[in-house]
RNA sequence: GCGGGUGUAGCUCAGUUGGUUAGAGCGCCAGAUUGUGAUUCUGGAAGUCGCCGGUUCAAUCCCGGUCACUCGCCCCA
């Protein structure tokens, strides 16, 4: 038993949880059609650089959390930790900058060498949505209403609140960090150990620390507000109108921050109280630097990422679509597996979900067809044989009656509940 | 990478202040019921008490290590 384990923190899908998986990504891909979004799957490994040259090499998802390997070619390839690079990759690969705007959904595996905990593990699923090459900040708000419309049709809109905030374009972003910068240096002795290391590495995600002695610091802390010049106040305020304009609720949060480089604007989390320290649902922002920073031409972009394992804990039970209930036919003696065989297959020709009563007496075999949730059993024996019929019954109601085969599967399609 | 908790049957968990054959419920298998499920009754299988080592006449229990899970920190979906 000992090495039958799944890898740490890796899970198998399956049972209830793969139902919920289904339900979830069935109505992603309603609700990202009906925005005009196109579905693309890039591949689940990319050379590093890819992630390295986005990520920033300071950042932790780059420094302790990545799957990279050397193939035998001698590549350097990762294990996606992230959509958006891969994405982005694929954009350029494929010449996009031509069809303009790029409108995107994906959803796949996410890899991150990280210790588990509730709600995060190192192979987790995101579902991803991406608009590329709309500067304007209705591509923002559009994003957004996908991701609300997504939560609201998953039946948990109101166990969660939206967190918005503007990083501002580069002008004002770099003003206000250095801002930032010189405050807190001025004030490093009272600053905990960890903030003195985020002084270093991004100053920014200092405003999010939970230590209470920074807490104090924080409170007197330059305001990002304040440093915002025009373009900023003018993006941000589209954004803001739009969302009242749709009646999307939410709450600015001038301490919500990024730890990855390429964001600019709006930045935002979709967050619940629901689900312990893990509380983020959904998160995303606007990235018009990352292409630059790939080595392309300056490309706007703005999207999120939302993480599949949370949003099947939260979906509420009235929305999940439980599988289909077969129908399950029954062999009665040895003389009746040809024509049961072949019954089987003709309702299933007819679009039938059937299954096999394979073995055992009768008994046996009605007890297994209870277990699989059928909602008929259908009987042939002999008897049935030779007069063209099967017995019909119903496991809902515990009735039977007798039906000509050739009128087995419009009975049952009529019939069942 | 750092800190806390847990590890007994397929699942949820009791239990042993160290002492013969370690228990329950659910589930599973079989029978009551050889052409009729869900209820009921009867019986059965199933455990290297996570793994390695130490202490002891004796360890599932005590000690050390290790692995896994879990909760939190860092960080993030």
């Not at 990279?68 to 001698?74: A, K, P, W």
């Not at 999010?208 to 409170?219: F, N, Q, R, W």
């Not at 055992?360 to 049935?384: H, P, S, T, Y």
């Amino acid at each position: 038993m000992a090495r039958l384990q799944p890898v740490r923190g890796t899970h198998d899908i399956l049972g209830d949880k793969s139902v919920r998986f289904r339900t979830i990504f069935e109505i992603f891909k309603s609700v990202a059609s009906r925005y005009n979004h196109q579905e693309i799957d890039t591949p689940i490994f990319e050379f590093t650089e890819t992630f390295k040259r986005t990520l920033g090499d300071t950042s932790d998802v780059v420094t302790k959390e990545m799957y990279t390997f050397e193939d035998r070619g001698g590549e350097q390839v990762t294990l996606r930790p992230e959509y958006t690079a891969g994405i982005a990759r694929a954009f350029m690969s494929n010449g996009l900058h031509q069809s303009t705007p790029c409108k995107f959904y994906s959803y796949g595996p996410i890899f991150r060498y990280e210790r588990p905990q509730k709600g995060r593990m190192r192979q987790f699923h995101q579902m991803d949505v991406e608009i590329i090459g709309v500067p304007e900040a209705q591509a923002d708000i559009e994003v957004l209403a996908l991701a609300s419309d997504l939560l609201s049709e998953l039946g948990i809109g109101q166990h969660i609140t939206l967190e918005l905030n503007s990083l501002g374009d580069p002008e004002s972003r770099v003003l206000y960090r250095d801002a930032l910068v010189t405050y807190f240096t001025e004030h490093k002795s009272k600053l905990s150990e960890d903030s003195l290391k985020r002084l270093e590495k991004n100053p920014m995600r200092i405003l999010d620390s939970k230590d209470d002695g920074d807490h104090i610091l924080i409170e007197n802390a330059p305001r990002i507000g304040e440093y915002y010049n025009d373009v900023t106040k003018d993006f941000f305020t589209q954004v803001l109108r739009g969302l009242e304009e749709i009646g999307i609720d939410y709450v600015i949060n001038d301490r919500l921050v990024r730890g990855l480089d390429y964001y600019c604007h709006t930045a935002f989390e979709f967050t619940t109280d629901q689900l312990g320290s893990q509380g983020t649902v959904i998160a995303g922002g606007r990235y018009d630097g990352l292409m630059e920073m790939m080595g392309g031409p300056q490309t706007a972009g703005v999207g999120w990422a939302a993480g599949m394992e949370r949003l099947a804990e939260l979906i509420s039970e009235e929305v999940i679509v439980p599988p289909v209930r077969p129908v399950v036919v029954t062999p009665v003696g040895e003389n009746s597996q040809a024509t049961s065989l072949r019954v089987a297959h003709d309702l299933r020709a007819n679009g039938i979900v059937v299954d096999m009563g394979y073995k055992g007496n009768v008994g046996k075999r009605m007890k297994r067809a209870n277990k699989q949730n059928a909602v008929f059993a259908v009987l042939i024996g002999e008897d049935e044989i030779d007069r063209n019929v099967a017995m019909v019954k119903n496991l809902d109601q515990g009735s039977q009656e007798e039906i000509l085969l050739s009128e087995l599967s419009t009975y049952i399609l009529g019939n069942r509940p």
